[in-house]
């Protein structure tokens, strides 16, 4: 079955500081895909990010980066120089492909999320 | 380009009353996700469909629950005596592709509270 962990509860920074925040997932399959969402106070889930498990490059956009390693089942999220705007909760999330194949996959499972509050 | 629109954003009403959740998906999605967010269960898939038709309610908590997709262009969300642990932020999310991989964009989401 699939698991998606995400073991920070709760993160306090700095403004500017730089922050990673942790994605464990597990997955008996080999083909699923990976996501990043935002939530901030408004309450909205903003996408942020997909990747599928045949593509480990690391990915950059502004100020966030995403580091996946297959060999740990991990997918983090860093953000650099954290601004205020950044406060919000972060969700990760896991969808397989093995049950329906290429026609359906299993529903997407969401972490718990990790609330990130930056500080000015 | 409009986003996923839900209708109300915010929905008070007493146990035992009936309750409907609307939902528009961005034009072109053939996906269509109803999603429950609590604090202790967090974010529970209820329904999926696809191209209109249901592929999956096995979230769907029990009989009270119930999802309709009448057209490409409209979904509710029926709970039918609603209880006090209905309460929960309802998110519609929509996707293009017909598969739980693909990127799903979420409504602003509807807050139910049962008294």
């Known amino acids: 079955a699939q698991k998606v962990t995400q073991a920070q509860t709760e993160i306090s920074v700095v403004e500017k500081e730089d922050v990673t925040l942790d994605c464990v997932y597990e997955?008996?399959?080999?083909?699923?895909?990976l996501f990043w969402y935002k939530q901030p106070p408004s309450g909205e889930l903003v996408f942020l990010i997909r990747r599928n498990s045949f593509d480990e490059q690391n990915e950059i956009s502004g100020r966030y980066s995403w580091n996946f390693q297959k060999s740990t089942s991990s997918f983090n999220f860093t953000i650099t120089a954290s601004q205020v705007v950044d406060s919000a909760v972060y969700f990760c999330a896991l969808s397989e492909t093995g049950l329906y194949g290429d026609t359906g996959g299993f529903k997407t499972i969401f972490g718990a999320g990790t609330r990130l509050f930056v500080k000015a | 380009d409009a986003g996923v629109i839900q209708s109300p954003r915010h929905e008070v009403t007493e146990m035992g009353q009936e309750v409907t959740l609307r939902c528009k998906p961005i034009?072109?999605?053939?996906?269509l996700f109803w999603y429950r967010q609590t604090m202790m269960r967090g974010l529970e898939l209820l329904i999926y469909f696809n191209n209109n038709v249901p592929i999956d309610d096995s979230g769907m908590p029990e009989d009270r629950f119930s999802a309709k997709m009448p057209n490409a262009s409209f979904s509710t969300l029926k709970i039918q005596p609603s209880e006090p642990r209905d309460s929960a932020v309802y998110f519609c999310?929509?996707?293009?592709?017909?598969?739980?991989?693909?990127?799903?964009?979420f409504g602003p989401g509807t807050r139910l509270t049962v008294l």
């Open positions: 999310a929509s996707s293009f592709g017909g598969r739980t991989t693909d990127t799903q964009y």
């Open positions: 034009s072109g999605h053939n996906s």
């Open positions: 997955t008996r399959d080999t083909t699923y895909y």
